[in-house]
Protein backbone atom coordinates (compact mmCIF):
# COMPACT_ATOMS: atom_id res chain seq x y z
CA UNK A 1 0.00 0.00 0.00
CA UNK A 2 1.59 3.41 -0.58
CA UNK A 3 2.31 5.84 2.23
CA UNK A 4 -0.60 8.37 1.92
CA UNK A 5 -2.98 5.69 1.72
CA UNK A 6 -1.71 3.58 4.80
CA UNK A 7 -1.52 6.87 6.76
CA UNK A 8 -4.62 8.24 5.68
CA UNK A 9 -6.14 5.05 7.00
CA UNK A 10 -4.33 4.51 10.28
CA UNK A 11 -5.36 8.40 11.08
CA UNK A 12 -8.54 7.96 9.83
CA UNK A 13 -9.37 4.74 12.03
CA UNK A 14 -7.63 6.27 14.57
CA UNK A 15 -9.19 9.46 14.30
CA UNK A 16 -12.45 7.98 15.01
CA UNK A 17 -11.75 5.78 18.07
CA UNK A 18 -10.43 9.09 19.73
CA UNK A 19 -13.60 10.49 18.83
CA UNK A 20 -15.72 7.75 20.47
CA UNK A 21 -13.27 7.83 23.22
CA UNK A 22 -13.73 11.59 23.55
CA UNK A 23 -17.57 11.89 23.66
CA UNK A 24 -17.86 8.27 25.17
CA UNK A 25 -16.16 7.01 27.83
CA UNK A 26 -13.80 9.91 28.55
CA UNK A 27 -16.24 12.47 28.06
CA UNK A 28 -15.24 15.35 30.38
CA UNK A 29 -11.40 13.62 30.59
CA UNK A 30 -10.59 14.03 27.29
CA UNK A 31 -10.75 16.47 24.42
CA UNK A 32 -10.49 15.62 20.87
CA UNK A 33 -9.75 18.99 19.74
CA UNK A 34 -6.68 19.61 22.13
CA UNK A 35 -5.99 15.97 21.18
CA UNK A 36 -5.70 16.29 17.40
CA UNK A 37 -3.71 19.66 17.78
CA UNK A 38 -1.03 17.14 19.87
CA UNK A 39 -1.15 15.18 16.97
CA UNK A 40 -0.44 17.42 14.21
CA UNK A 41 2.60 18.78 16.09
CA UNK A 42 3.93 15.29 16.50
CA UNK A 43 3.73 15.04 12.93
CA UNK A 44 5.16 18.71 12.00
CA UNK A 45 8.17 17.92 14.38
CA UNK A 46 9.08 14.83 12.52
CA UNK A 47 6.80 11.90 13.96
CA UNK A 48 9.72 10.08 15.58
CA UNK A 49 10.93 9.59 18.99
CA UNK A 50 11.88 13.08 19.61
CA UNK A 51 8.77 14.60 18.30
CA UNK A 52 6.94 12.07 20.91
CA UNK A 53 9.35 13.44 23.72
CA UNK A 54 9.03 17.33 22.36
CA UNK A 55 5.82 17.49 21.42
CA UNK A 56 4.56 16.07 25.49
CA UNK A 57 6.81 18.07 27.20
CA UNK A 58 6.83 21.47 25.35
CA UNK A 59 3.08 20.83 24.82
CA UNK A 60 2.63 20.52 28.63
CA UNK A 61 4.92 23.27 29.49
CA UNK A 62 2.66 25.22 26.82
CA UNK A 63 -0.09 24.46 29.18
CA UNK A 64 2.08 25.21 32.23
CA UNK A 65 2.56 28.54 30.86
CA UNK A 66 -0.87 29.32 30.30
CA UNK A 67 -2.17 28.12 33.38
CA UNK A 68 -0.06 29.96 35.28
CA UNK A 69 -0.91 33.78 33.21
CA UNK A 70 -4.47 32.65 34.05
CA UNK A 71 -3.85 32.88 37.28
CA UNK A 72 -2.14 35.91 37.35
CA UNK A 73 -4.49 37.60 34.73
CA UNK A 74 -7.42 36.40 37.49
CA UNK A 75 -5.92 38.75 39.80
CA UNK A 76 -5.33 41.60 37.97
CA UNK A 77 -8.40 44.00 39.93
CA UNK A 78 -10.64 45.57 37.64
CA UNK A 79 -9.55 48.95 38.78
CA UNK A 80 -5.79 48.55 37.90
CA UNK A 81 -4.43 51.82 37.15
CA UNK A 82 -3.44 50.73 33.63
CA UNK A 83 -6.85 49.23 33.01
CA UNK A 84 -7.34 45.50 32.90
CA UNK A 85 -6.98 44.89 28.94
CA UNK A 86 -3.42 46.91 29.28
CA UNK A 87 -2.41 44.98 32.54
CA UNK A 88 -3.93 41.76 30.60
CA UNK A 89 -1.96 42.70 27.38
CA UNK A 90 1.32 43.30 29.48
CA UNK A 91 1.49 39.91 31.10
CA UNK A 92 0.53 37.52 28.45
CA UNK A 93 3.27 39.66 26.58
CA UNK A 94 5.72 38.84 29.46
CA UNK A 95 4.25 34.80 29.70
CA UNK A 96 4.95 34.64 26.14
CA UNK A 97 8.51 36.20 25.72
CA UNK A 98 9.12 33.44 28.71
CA UNK A 99 7.55 30.39 26.90
CA UNK A 100 9.89 31.53 23.99
CA UNK A 101 13.34 32.30 25.93
CA UNK A 102 12.74 28.90 27.65
CA UNK A 103 13.88 27.36 24.51
CA UNK A 104 16.74 27.90 25.17
CA UNK A 105 17.07 24.90 27.26
CA UNK A 106 16.75 21.79 24.72
CA UNK A 107 14.43 20.00 26.80
CA UNK A 108 11.95 23.43 25.54
CA UNK A 109 13.45 24.02 22.04
CA UNK A 110 10.08 23.25 20.61
CA UNK A 111 8.52 26.12 20.29
CA UNK A 112 5.56 25.65 18.49
CA UNK A 113 4.49 22.26 20.65
CA UNK A 114 4.75 24.34 23.31
CA UNK A 115 2.49 27.47 21.87
CA UNK A 116 0.19 24.81 20.71
CA UNK A 117 -0.08 24.24 24.53
CA UNK A 118 -0.09 27.24 25.43
CA UNK A 119 -3.09 28.33 22.50
CA UNK A 120 -5.31 25.29 23.53
CA UNK A 121 -4.94 26.19 27.20
CA UNK A 122 -6.80 29.58 26.74
CA UNK A 123 -9.21 27.81 23.85
CA UNK A 124 -10.46 26.21 26.51
CA UNK A 125 -10.47 28.41 29.39
CA UNK A 126 -11.82 31.14 26.99
CA UNK A 127 -14.38 29.24 25.35
CA UNK A 128 -16.07 27.12 28.31
CA UNK A 129 -18.41 28.71 30.86
CA UNK A 130 -17.02 29.66 34.67
CA UNK A 131 -13.36 28.10 33.71
CA UNK A 132 -11.07 31.30 34.06
CA UNK A 133 -11.31 31.47 37.78
CA UNK A 134 -9.09 30.88 40.78
CA UNK A 135 -11.63 27.89 41.73
CA UNK A 136 -11.14 26.58 38.45
CA UNK A 137 -7.71 27.20 38.24
CA UNK A 138 -6.59 26.13 41.48
CA UNK A 139 -9.20 22.89 41.70
CA UNK A 140 -7.87 19.62 42.36
CA UNK A 141 -9.93 18.34 39.64
CA UNK A 142 -10.57 17.09 35.94
CA UNK A 143 -11.64 20.32 34.96
CA UNK A 144 -8.66 22.07 36.20
CA UNK A 145 -6.90 23.58 32.63
CA UNK A 146 -3.40 21.79 33.58
CA UNK A 147 -4.64 18.58 33.84
CA UNK A 148 -7.34 18.21 31.19
CA UNK A 149 -5.51 19.82 28.63
CA UNK A 150 -1.64 18.07 29.67
CA UNK A 151 -3.91 14.65 29.04
CA UNK A 152 -5.78 15.43 26.08
CA UNK A 153 -2.36 16.54 24.89
CA UNK A 154 -0.55 13.58 25.88
CA UNK A 155 -3.29 11.05 24.38
CA UNK A 156 -3.39 12.95 20.73
CA UNK A 157 0.95 12.86 20.93
CA UNK A 158 0.47 8.70 21.31
CA UNK A 159 -2.24 8.72 19.08
CA UNK A 160 -0.20 10.55 16.27
CA UNK A 161 2.59 7.93 17.66
CA UNK A 162 0.40 4.86 16.68
CA UNK A 163 -1.30 6.54 13.83
CA UNK A 164 2.30 6.57 11.97
CA UNK A 165 3.79 3.21 13.19
CA UNK A 166 0.04 1.93 11.65
CA UNK A 167 0.91 3.39 8.06
CA UNK A 168 4.71 2.19 8.41
CA UNK A 169 3.85 -1.35 8.98
CA UNK A 170 0.83 -1.23 6.29
CA UNK A 171 3.61 0.15 4.15
CA UNK A 172 5.94 -2.33 4.44
CA UNK A 173 3.79 -5.23 4.35
CA UNK A 174 2.95 -4.40 0.75
Known amino acids: ?3 LTALSLSIGVLAGVATFLAV ?4 GFFFI ?11 ALGANEAALKNTIICGI ?3 FMAWLTAILLTNIPSTAVLGFPLMAA ?3 TVAVVVLCLAARLPQLAAIPASVFG ?3 TFAYLLQTPDQLTQNSLLGV ?8 ISVSFIIGTYFGQFSAQWAAKMTSES
Open 33 to 43: WAATIAWAAYF
Open 61 to 63: FGV
Open 118 to 120: YSS
Open 24 to 27: GPLS
Open 141 to 148: SFSNPLVI
Open 1 to 3: MDK
Open 90 to 92: ITV
